[in-house]
């Protein structure tokens, strides 16, 4: 039994082995190349995520590439303006290898090992950065560090600068590696501009003069545009007030003109007049579902709801609206007869 289970460890190690040797696997940030005693050709690289299956080593051997972006960054270089001004400039570029194969036919004599290419692409990438930083010496330092951002040219300069970085650089090491090693630059840019003290000072001095020239230039446009508006709105007020009066007033004359007629029908019975203005008020506004109003009957105008104020009344009279005992004070026992409080009324006249 110890025997038979010997012989399973055996067996499941190198069944384990030879999976090993035989099998890799690539990783959806992969791509690997297949080589065959060493050489790669058009059917060598595998980009799909997945278990593959290889002859083992020393038939065939497997380079993985991480095909996401990577960093690179120039040492601080020393470069001089057009206008013989001294900046130390740190460039980066940001790439990814786009062609396996490509790259591994241009970097693979380096090493056997993936990190070994890529080492050596990144020294001959450092090379064509020193190399394009050049560029910044077709500009005057003003466009580099202009304090107006229309001002400066950075962006025109970032291009240029990856312009002769695609075509291998002016005399820089490894002419073409870009477009012909499978390197496919992604970003490249101005990271850190330095200055001596001294020019740093004279740019300090000119970005503030300029600073305290466009602040100048601003209060006073801000101060003609308020008293341009302050100016506008008091005429814009006077006008707007000016039509409203005149409005108003007419509007006044107007109702003056229309009212006279009903004022001369109200002179004629005055009494009259105020009463029908009460009852029509009390019917609008007292009389209906939504009021609730408790008042006494001495309130002007509500001694006509006492009960028996009718009978008080003489034929043709008109209740009075103020505060009359005779219609506050409890009625008599002849009054709610109504010829009693008739006579009664007539000798009060």
Request: hydrophobic residues 40%; aromatic residues 8%; proline residues 5%.
């Amino acid at each position: 039994m110890q025997r038979i289970l010997k012989y399973i460890v055996a067996g499941v190690i190198v069944v384990f082995i030879l999976a090993f040797m035989t099998t890799y696997s690539v990783y959806y940030y992969d791509s690997a190349v297949v080589t065959t005693f060493g050489r790669a050709g058009a059917g060598s690289v595998r980009t799909e995520p997945g278990l593959y299956v290889r002859w083992p080593y020393p038939i065939q051997s497997v380079v993985r590439y991480d095909t996401r972006n990577r960093l690179v960054e120039s040492r601080p270089e020393t470069v001089a303006t057009l206008d013989n001004k001294n900046l130390v400039l740190t460039t980066y570029m940001s790439w990814r290898v786009k062609d396996p194969l490509r790259f591994y036919q241009a970097f693979g004599a380096n090493g056997p090992r993936s990190s070994d290419h890529v080492f050596r692409a990144e020294e001959i990438l450092r090379g064509q950065l020193r190399a394009a930083s050049s560029v910044v010496g077709g500009y005057r330092l003003g466009d580099l560090l202009s304090t107006d951002q229309r001002g400066t040219k950075l962006i025109e300069i970032e291009q240029k600068m990856l312009a002769s970085l695609s075509a291998g650089g002016e005399g820089a090491a490894g002419s073409g590696v870009i477009d012909g090693s499978g390197i496919e630059v992604t970003s490249l840019g101005i990271a850190l501009v330095r200055v001596p003290a001294n020019v740093s000072q004279a740019i300090f001095e000119s970005m503030k003069a300029t600073r305290e020239r466009l602040s100048s230039e601003a209060l006073s446009r801000g101060e003609s545009q308020g008293r341009t508006l302050e100016t506008q709105a008091t005429a814009d007020a006077e006008s707007i007030m000016a039509f409203a009066e005149q409005r108003a007033s007419s509007i006044r004359a107007q109702g003056d003109r229309e009212a006279v007629p009903y004022l001369q029908q109200q002179a004629s019975n005055p009494e009259l007049a105020v009463f029908l203005e009460t009852v029509r008020f009390m019917s609008e506004n007292l009389f209906s579902k939504q009021t609730t109003l408790v008042l006494p009957f001495s309130t002007p105008g509500f001694g006509l709801l006492r009960p028996g104020v009718a009978e008080a009344l003489g034929r043709g009279e008109i209740p009075p609206l103020i505060d009359d005992a005779a219609f506050t004070a409890p009625l008599r026992p002849a009054d709610r007869t109504g010829g009693g409080a008739a006579q009664g009324r007539g000798g009060d006249r």
